[in-house]
């Protein structure tokens, strides 16, 4: 009888597991497959039907200038997105953790950039960086500096790129570090304060080790979005100017739908979905070691 009822038990909640398992293997695992397969054809304009090349995409691919180009480009937006925006978002979620008037519109104010649309987010910021009549631009000469052609520049357009991101994201990412904050017992932090340590001490000690769980979390989040929100790109830029601001994925559409290339797009695919489970399981197992569960 208690085999029987076990077996029910498990039946119920395979059943109940099925309608999510179902859309997993629809929308998530049969794409994944079938890009794989893909990347192995070539499947342009020029074939009428797919033409099994084996690795011959991939050889193609790492042989190819604009691709390493586009690797450099989002490796280095990432490294100046990922960074910066989990510091800033950690000062934020302590700034707007404490308790003092006006603390609810300061986080809507903190967290409003994300509630707007990166469309609208990139319209805003290429009034900003316009010559001539953008924001920036006139901030810049009323000041005695110049113009600077922030989008039409190969040395100066991927920094506004990052500090366009970093605007959008921040904001985000406080709010994971906000509720790692309210996690933290205040019995922790009122013992600190009675034994006299320094605010520094206290964050370096307590709630920066507290935040370990909170940072592996939000690190992959933003290393994914690194990848993955390009949106931007065609507003402002179509990843030029000579590709100085061209990123993975929006190459990957630039390929699949701009020269019907299915076959090299699936590959860039392959490479992209490579580069970020890489990067996730580095920063699992490296972080993993050092953080703080209890």
Do not use: C
């Not at 967290?111 to 805003?124: D, E, G, L, R």
């Not at 370990?212 to 390009?230: D, R, W």
């Not at 990957?252 to 299915?262: H, K, M, R």
Request: hydrophobic letters at 55%; glycine letters at 6%; aromatic letters at 16%.
């Amino acid at each position: 009888m208690k085999s029987i009822s076990r077996w029910k038990t498990d039946a119920f909640a395979w059943l109940l597991l099925l309608p999510s398992l179902l859309f997993l293997l629809l929308f998530t695992f049969y794409p994944i497959a079938k890009t794989i397969r893909l990347s192995f054809y070539q499947a342009d304009l020029a074939s009428p039907e797919p033409i099994f090349v084996g690795l011959g995409n991939y050889s193609a691919l790492f042989a190819d200038e604009v691709f390493a180009k586009v690797m450099t480009n989002n490796l280095f937006f990432a490294l100046g997105t990922v960074p910066t925006s989990m510091a800033l978002a950690m000062l934020m979620a302590i700034f707007a953790n404490k308790a003092m008037r006006g603390t609810s519109l300061m986080r809507t104010a903190f967290f409003y950039p994300t509630m707007i649309p990166m469309i609208a987010v990139a319209n805003i910021w290429l009034f900003i960086y316009t010559p001539k009549y953008g924001l920036l631009s006139r901030a810049m000469t009323s000041l005695g500096m110049g113009e600077i052609h922030w989008l039409g520049s190969p040395d100066y357009v991927m920094w506004a790129m990052i500090a366009m991101m970093i605007w959008k994201e921040a904001g985000y990412f406080m709010i994971f570090y906000l509720a790692g904050l309210q996690n933290i017992s205040p019995d922790l932090y009122e013992s600190a304060q009675v034994d006299g340590v320094g605010r520094w001490t206290v964050f370096r000690k307590i709630t920066f080790p507290l935040l370990m769980p909170t940072t592996l979390f939000v690190s992959i989040v933003a290393l994914t979005n690194s990848f993955k929100l390009v949106d931007h790109l065609l507003v402002m830029t179509k990843g030029g100017p000579n590709n100085s601001s061209n990123l993975l994925l929006y190459y990957i559409y630039e390929t699949a739908f701009g020269f019907w290339d299915q076959g090299m797009a699936s590959t860039l695919t392959v490479v992209m979905i490579a580069v970020l489970l890489l990067f996730a399981a580095l920063n699992f197992f490296g972080l993993d070691k050092k953080i703080h569960y209890n």
